[in-house]
Structures are given as C-alpha cells and as structure tokens.
C-alpha cells in the first residue's frame, strides 16, 4: 500500500512540468544561495574596503605555485603573501625555506582555513596568516612580495609597492601582471604565468623616464 503510494507519487512528479512560476521559484532560490554564500563565507571583512578595491578569491593552481617559487629561487629571507587566501603560496615558500613568511588576508575564514592547511602540513608555528587589509600593511622592510589579485586593482598596488618597497624587494604577480612594470624574469603560460620584478630596475626605470 505504501509502495503504491509511493510510486504513483514518483508517477505525478515525473508528469507535472516546471511552468514558469516552478523556474522563477529555482532561479530566485539558487540566487538567494549564492548571494548569501557571497555575504557569509566570501564576503566577511570587507565591508571597509571600497567597492572597487575587492577583489574575490580564487586560489593560485598548483603549476602557478611552482611558478612563483621558481622565480624566487635564489631569494631567502622574509616572504609576505598580499591577499593569501588559502595560504598555499606562503605555506609553500616556507617549505622552499623563506623565513619568516606571513600572509595578509581580510577574509577570515580564509585565514582559518590557512592556519588549519599549517597545522596539517605540521608547520602550524612556522608561518603567519593574519587577519589584515593588505592596503594598510606597512611593506617598507618587505623584500620578497608575492601577489595575484584583480588587474583593476594592480595600478594602486604598483604605487604603493613603489613608494614602500626597498630597493632590493622582488614583486613576484601571479596570473595578472603589472602593466606599467617590466619584468625581469617570466615563467610559465596562460593563467598559470607568473612575473618577477626587481624594485631598483622599476625606479631607475622611472628615474630615466623622468630624464
Ligand atoms: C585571487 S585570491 C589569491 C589567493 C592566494 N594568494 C593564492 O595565490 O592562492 C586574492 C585574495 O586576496 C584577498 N584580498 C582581497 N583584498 C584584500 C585586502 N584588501 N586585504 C587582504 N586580503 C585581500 C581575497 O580575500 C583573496 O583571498
């Protein structure tokens, strides 16, 4: 008996169509789940940044990484991860044996996520994820900066690199690269390209500019 009712159920959902009040009512829900996974899990800690300065998350491949590290080879010392997401860039440059590394990142489960990626990989105490806008950080003692945020961003980031960075600094931008700079070395294709850019030859560059 319950068979029966179960089937003929089945039965009269298979046979009744959407119509467009059943497509608006999905279209409407799946939006409502989108948007509020954007303002629950992507969007927390930005509500002070403009608008126009929030860029989303997207984590690096792991062929972009190995990009990155292979255009700090031969660097060592401090590392920061401007916007480090999941933290694998910093976790990774730990391993490659920069010291220390510290990663700035407003959204904090993205944090939470970082530090929880350390632990597993048993380097909980050797890398630093905090929890801070990358547009208040002070980079004057930073001499190795890796970035991969939005292209429409990156022209403000280049004057506050130029302006903060000392002159022995290498500007690694994963995916996207600073169009007004030029690149000293460049390594991979496509999305996963990576371009390294040393401070002083941006400055003389400018300084020549200038006459
Ligand atoms: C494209 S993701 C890159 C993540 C990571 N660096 C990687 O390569 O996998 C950019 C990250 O920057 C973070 N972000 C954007 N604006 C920020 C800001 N003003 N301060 C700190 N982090 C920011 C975002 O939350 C996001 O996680």
């Not at 169009?179 to 020549?208: I, P």
Request: proline share 5%; charged share 20%.
């Amino acid at each position: 008996m319950e068979g029966d009712t179960a089937d003929e159920f089945l039965a009269e959902f298979k046979d009744r169509r959407l119509g467009f009040w059943g497509i608006a009512q999905i279209t409407a829900g799946t939006g409502l789940a989108v948007y509020a996974m954007w303002v629950g899990i992507l969007q927390p800690g930005f509500r002070r940044v403009p608008l126009r300065l929030q860029v989303p998350y997207l984590p690096a491949s792991k062929t972009q990484v190995r990009n990155v590290m292979t255009l700090l080879r031969g660097r060592k010392g401090a590392l920061v991860d401007l916007g480090s997401g999941d933290g694998r860039i910093v976790l990774e440059a730990h391993r490659q044996g920069f010291s220390p590394t510290i990663g700035y990142e407003l959204n904090p489960w993205l944090v939470r996520l970082a530090r929880y990626h350390a632990w597993r990989a048993g380097h909980p105490q050797d890398v630093s994820y905090r929890q801070e806008d990358l547009w208040k950080v002070d980079l004057t003692k930073c001499k190795n900066v890796t970035v991969f945020l939005a292209p429409s961003v990156l022209p403000l980031l280049q004057e506050k690199l130029q302006t903060e960075l000392p002159d022995d600094a290498l500007v690694v931008a994963g995916r996207f690269p600073f169009t007004e700079w030029t690149a000293c070395h460049v390594e991979g294709q496509g999305v996963d390209r990576a371009w390294a850019y040393s401070m002083q030859a941006q400055r003389l560059k400018a300084c020549k500019a200038q006459g």
